[in-house]
């Protein structure tokens, strides 16, 4: 890699562009822009004046907001305007919006107004949604057509879309009347109706559909591109398969963040200031503090029970961290089920029998370990058979929190996400507490 | 939903084709598979022997091997092999892997000797691997053909192709030489030679590549298939991105359930009998039991202290609870920035500057928060000040161990997701509590 740069380098100091060129075709754009981005800031106007302007508005694609638009505003207009009118729309609302708005206006005075007018529509869409993802660099079609005139089309058009592997079939007020991949237009004999090639109703999203929603009905019907269609089904864009993985990553994690305790990070990791992750933690951490701190008042109530029998202390961290584990178990997974739609709200019963049958086993065995425990830190068999007994309703009792509550929040269309591990094992905690020491002093008669 | 079930049973007892062409041709193949699983087992048979094959075999592609199984075993001989012959390969290999040997032999015999080589191979690859997960229906061209060539190629041949967004071109050995797009190839001119076509080497991965960096990959690239070759380059099949969506989300449930600290599930929730679930915990509650139990040893060790103070005990739980916490929030934002690449071994030092700096105005806030709670639960102020200033110090420690780990973990190639929440909560629990109990023996002189 770090050879090929200098390779790189040392040719656009000859400003030859058929060595330029002759570099450039052995790699794909993705490739390119990850060396360019290693460039001096000069050399890399350099290259991007020099490179065919199609590939160049691929390598364009690939790079950070800011970087794309340094380039685009210090190049020559008559560049700015062709690189505008090669990239995807969806990349090019991505740049106006992470731009200055008065960079931005000076960016779409580049691009032919019905462009324009297309694009101020997509940025207007409430992020996170079909709308604000979708690219309206696609193929259209008449219903009337045969797939002769549409391949005769796409052949015309076919250069500025994104994706030519749908061909999107239009009615007379621009609404979505089906899709036809250019598979079968290929495939068809000559003069058949575009009519005929259409299997089923069209699979759309609407503009204000969530992201995630849009990414599982791709998934789900295994499509590569997906049409986004207002109310009264007009078409507005596609959303493709490449943008609708990296929202799969986005939300795992989201999800991921969340699971742990903290707000999501909306930028990547680095871009975030410390200033930014405290402020995305701190909330959660003082959250859960302040849920946690009821634990100690429950101590505080078995002072006495404490003070008679202080081995009971030394299991304290031990019943409780156990509880957590168990209830984090039993979250993650849930979790997880339900946000892939394997586990649904009408399942509870069955997710409530199974949890529970599963964490009487769990309470079972971790009971006998925690005898164990405790005989070897050589507390008396009283004690220790309180710590035994205790363990395994704790146990129990934290598969049990753990089943119903994602469910519940689910049901309630509260992001199952937030119960996280560190919440639940708050949770638990305290209500473990409880249970240990009502045990002790019933069974110990403390 | 349901009414649609009734009525393609009614249409189902009549027996007409035609009607039940007319049905289906509403629906995508998937709403009809969804819709097929509701239906007796008789029901479905004769549903499937009286659909178009092609639009047959698509429906089928949707179904749980289990129930294709049955299904192509109980039709006529004649419909198995149409059907198997139009299903896509990587279905196939799935569904003998999933059936009985005996059965799959049988239903290998239904296959031409050539397919039936080609699916030998695939199913010989270990699993997880690029090669297992390949399909073996892509368009491959030759290095001398034209544009008109390859297209007259593709509309020959290009029914049984799963993909046909992309043409591989093939040197004398069966080599990969390069892709072609048929976006490229349909608005080619006349003439025009595939070599021309091609843009730089072809990004391709290995057959024993694993699937999730294969997955990597497809995305960095953006593309909607990506060519799988031996080590000498010869071309075995396609990875197709509705496959390696499914991988994406595979990893990241993994990944989540790991998190959670459980070993991870391979079958869906449900398909996970108690037992199962028992024996995916258990390990690691175990693990983490013996791991937390040492807390028990530094309470004992600390017995004096504490029952000289025992208001020192109501505030375990609030601590050691604070500093995991602490560590999960760090952990998870980890975790997940490396699994995505977003962080590498290389960025250590910057993480941990940046999670130390977090960690102590965290750590701050929380000493101050800690310090107000001891004092409503009607601590003496040195006692809460021991609290306030352990609180600090557990919150850096945490922030320290959650940041350095799984970064390490990484470097020697153990899943960083391993040190789960739990696991670095169990850590911080001992450890927090000596930093608790030194302190207070040192400022309260006890």
Chains 1, 2 share one sequence.
Do not use: C
Request: net charge negative; aromatic share 10%; proline share 3%.
């Amino acid at each position: 890699m770090e050879n090929k740069i200098l390779e790189m380098k040392n040719i656009l100091q000859e400003h030859n562009i058929e060595k330029i060129n002759e570099f450039v075709s052995h790699f794909q754009p993705f490739d390119i822009a990850s060396m360019l981005v290693e460039l001096e800031h000069e050399e890399q106007l350099i290259f991007i004046s020099m490179v065919p302007i199609p590939l160049g508005a691929e390598i364009l694609e690939y790079l950070d907001p800011e970087l794309q638009y340094q380039l685009l505003h210090r190049i020559k207009d008559r560049f700015t305007s062709s690189f505008l009118n090669e990239m995807s729309s969806d990349t090019i609302v991505n740049l106006l919006l992470s731009i200055h708005p008065h960079h931005a206006k000076k960016l779409l005075g580049f691009l032919p107004d019905d462009y324009r007018k297309k694009i101020y529509t997509i940025m207007n869409y409430e992020p996170n949604t079909a709308g604000r993802l979708a690219t309206v660099d696609y193929i259209a079609a008449r219903i009337n057509w045969t797939a002769d005139q549409a391949l005769h089309h796409i052949r015309k058009v076919g250069h500025d879309a994104e994706i030519v592997s749908y061909i999107y079939v239009l009615g007379s007020r621009g609404e979505l009347v089906g899709v036809v991949s250019l598979k079968e237009i290929i495939l068809a004999k000559s003069g058949t109706q575009l009519e005929e090639l259409i299997q089923g109703d069209a699979i759309s999203v609407l503009v204000n559909m969530h992201q995630q929603d849009a990414a599982d009905i791709l998934s789900k019907y295994d499509l590569v591109a997906i049409p986004v269609v207002t109310e009264d089904q007009r078409m507005v864009g596609i959303l493709t398969v490449d943008d609708l993985i990296d929202v799969i990553h986005e939300e795992a994690t989201e999800d991921f963040q969340k699971l742990g305790g903290s707000q999501p990070l909306v930028e990547p990791y680095f871009k975030n200031s410390i200033w930014n992750l405290f402020r995305k933690r701190i909330v959660w951490l003082l959250i859960l503090f302040i849920a946690e701190a009821y634990t100690g008042t429950v101590l505080r109530h078995y002072e006495d029970t404490l003070s008679e029998q202080i081995a009971l202390a030394f299991f304290v961290p031990l019943l409780i961290g156990t509880g957590g584990n168990t209830g984090s178990q039993t979250v993650t997974t849930l979790v997880r089920a339900l946000a892939v739609g394997e586990v649904q709200f009408k399942d509870m019963f069955k997710v409530f029998r199974k949890e529970v049958s599963t964490g009487f086993f769990l309470g079972i065995t971790m009971g006998a370990v925690a005898f164990i425990r405790a005989f070897f830190l050589g507390v008396d068999i009283d004690t220790g058979s309180v710590v035994a007994i205790s363990a395994l309703f704790i146990v129990i009792w934290a598969s049990i929190v753990a089943a119903i509550l994602p469910m519940i929040l689910h049901k309630l269309k509260i992001d199952p996400a937030v119960v996280s591990g560190p919440f639940i094992t708050t949770l638990v905690d305290g209500t473990g507490l409880i249970i240990y020491f009502s045990l002790a002093k019933v069974l110990l008669h403390l």
